[in-house]
């Protein structure tokens, strides 16, 4: 099976916002929770794309390491031009936890790459902008955007807060000293000057070259630069979904005329020179599919374990669901009165036909307990917590808030792949699970990050 693109993701609501950006351009792409058998990739059929879905970005080093060198040899036994190792938009990380330096190392080592590793700062459909090598994030898609050591949420994220805007600088923290940037009013220039610039960039930059990112019109430049370079020998590219979208923004640029193209939408993956004047791509149907979708009206399930502002607005305003609160005291309680309580409470809930909200709560600021708590644990601890509910009882629906939250939920059920259903919010997407057992194939599930989605995310899932 010939591979167009390869990715790796380091966390599952990233994994499947690159799953959506490849499936809704028309390519045959599946999304696999480990190193699919291939019994797995025989039930997947011919694919265009492949990736795998891990838990990198909230990894300490030596456990990154083993997953990365797991996933390593079978990423280059694709044969996949382009092998992305997909990063969070936000590139929050550091030299301990889901290091992005760490990753681009051993990556490096194991699939034998050459001396051309591009960066892509920036995606613009989700309000994240890299200029002049720094990047900028939006609060909320379509937001203001604010310099992301300056941003509200990122610069206080309680695990790899963002104290750097400069992605040069914030990676060299992470043992990428060299790193050269391609800024984006180069990319008025003719392709012949813009080649002999990364050529020299590739020399300046062993550890990497940066692009910037600040609309969509600069995905096919880069794309382009990628693809030339990856079809001459693999190469691994790093970032976040607009890796795919530059690619796959280069790969349309391409198209034979009069060849199929996808009908226009406002998703952000735009063609052109100006900024201001590309046409867009996208699928325009997103909604008819969800519904379509659908495989039989009832209550959905939805948990939260995300701490981020704008997902406790997005609860606050769900007010079609049944709203369940889980103290941390409670959720760590394994065994305990108070534990089986809050499963019981959810399980009648949905008997009862209510959509439920299910959301971890702090308590007070400056709890000793809560402050020791690592939220991998916090996040593990809410996935055993929906695998006991799934064991009984199966929603219509199933929502995931927050990255940590997302990755190890789905890790603790017995599930192996996903496919792309349609797109609730920009960066949110619907799938569908593809488990051995037959109580979750088949299930639709909504991962959602904490910074993502609009205020009404949760109610759109709602059937």
Known sequence: MAFKLAFYADDFTGATDTLATLARQGQRAMLFL???SDQEL?????LDCVGIAGAARSMQNQDQTAELETVAAYLKGTGAPVIHYKTCSTFDSSAQVGSIGLAVRVLRK???TGGFTPIVGGQPNLGRYCVFSNLFAAFQTGAEAFRIDRHPTMSRHPVTPMREADLRHHLAEQGLAEISAVQYPSYEKSDEALDEQVDAAITQGPDGVLFDVGCPAHLPVIGRQIWQRAIRGQTLAVGPSSVAQALLAHWQAMAPEGAARVSPEEDGQLLGSSCANAPSLGAASDQNQIAQGAETAGPVLVLSGSMSPLTARQIEVATSYLHIPIPVADLLGAGSQARAGIVKRIK???QAGRNVLAHLV??????STDQAVDPATLARASGALLAEVLQTQRPARL??????TSSLAILSL??????YIGQIDPGVA??????????????????KGGQMGSLGVFEKLAL
């Open 34 to 36: 480990r190193v699919p």
């Open 42 to 46: 025989a039930h997947a059929g011919p």
């Open 110 to 112: 194991n699939l034998k």
């Open 348 to 350: 009648q809930g949905l």
């Open 362 to 367: 702090h308590a007070e600021q400056g709890s």
């Open 399 to 404: 929502g995931l808030a927050g990255g940590d």
């Open 414 to 419: 017995d599930v192996w792949g996903l496919t």
């Open 430 to 447: 619907l799938c569908r699970l593809h488990s051995n057992q037959a109580s979750l194939d088949g299930l639709d599930v909504m991962l």
